[in-house]
Antibody
Framework: EVTLVESGGDIVRPGGSLRLSCAAS????????MSWVRQGPGKGLEWVSS????????RYSDSVKGRFIISRDNAKNSLHLQMDSLRAEDTALYYC????????????????????WGQGTLVTVSS | SYELTQPPSVSVSPGQTANITCSGD??????ICWYRQKPGQSPVLVMY???RRPSGIPERFSGSNSGVTATLAISGTQPMDEADYYC????????FGPGTKVSVL
């Protein structure tokens, strides 16, 4: 069974830092890209960051670029998100998700989706 | 930045078909996927590549993309289908729609 378990969420003051982790099991971790997606209280889903299979390619949403760093340790089947300069608007449930992506030659388009998702870890930024 | 639009809510009677729409520019050039999220639970993939159902998702879930609007249809809607549904696309980053709350009344 494919399982993703997040940890590291906590209450932190504005300007502080936090490191989230995601432990993966049940699949070949280094065959897949991985992502972080967050959901603010009572809000919708917001993509945060993605990393490719070997960590060489990382992407960030504009809202976290320059403040968050995504990384992975394939030897330990783990994904991480280093969060610095935290703001109140970063308060959210942070989900780890396996990224499925391939290039469809016939259509010339990328096909992508997230499956599965972890249960999430809560980050609260408050003074 | 790229945006997807969804109606905030859709109401449907049990046994009827719920149609959840997702619109955005140049949708014909994108593949859309859909997630279902029940209260207090993590999102679950219910459709990918516009119209492909993951294993474990009932056949009454179907998807389409007309190039202008993507639609997730739930036929024979059941009370268990009550949830928030999100569409998602790729545009130099992942983009989610704002979500649609489906109520089965």
């Amino acid at each position: 069974e494919v399982t993703l378990v997040e940890s590291g969420g906590d209450i932190v003051r504005p300007g502080g830092s936090l490191r989230l982790s995601c432990a993966a099991s049940g699949f070949t971790f280094d065959d897949n890209g991985m992502s972080w997606v967050r959901q603010g209280p009572g809000k919708g889903l917001e993509w945060v960051s993605s990393v490719n299979w070997n960590g060489a390619i990382t992407r960030y949403s504009d809202s976290v670029k320059g403040r968050f760093i995504i990384s992975r340790d394939n030897a330990k089947n783990s994904l991480h998100l280093q969060m610095d300069s935290l703001r109140a608007e970063d308060t959210a449930l942070y989900y780890c998700a396996r990224e499925r992506m391939y290039y469809d030659i016939l259509s010339g388009r990328e096909v992508s989706w997230f499956d599965p998702w972890g249960q999430g870890t809560l980050v609260t930024v408050s003074s | 930045s790229y945006e997807l639009t969804q109606p905030p809510s859709v109401s449907v009677s049990p046994g009827q078909t719920a149609n959840i729409t997702c619109s955005g520019d140049t949708l014909r050039n994108k593949y859309i996927c859909w997630y279902r999220q029940k209260p207090g639970q993590s999102p679950v993939l219910v459709m990918y590549r516009n119209n492909r159902r993951p294993s474990g998702i009932p056949e009454r879930f179907s998807g389409s993309n007309s190039g202008v609007t993507a639609t997730l249809a739930i036929s024979g809607t059941q009370p268990m289908d009550e949830a928030d549904y999100y569409c998602q696309a790729w545009d130099n980053g992942y983009v989610f729609g704002p979500g649609t709350k489906v109520s089965v009344l």
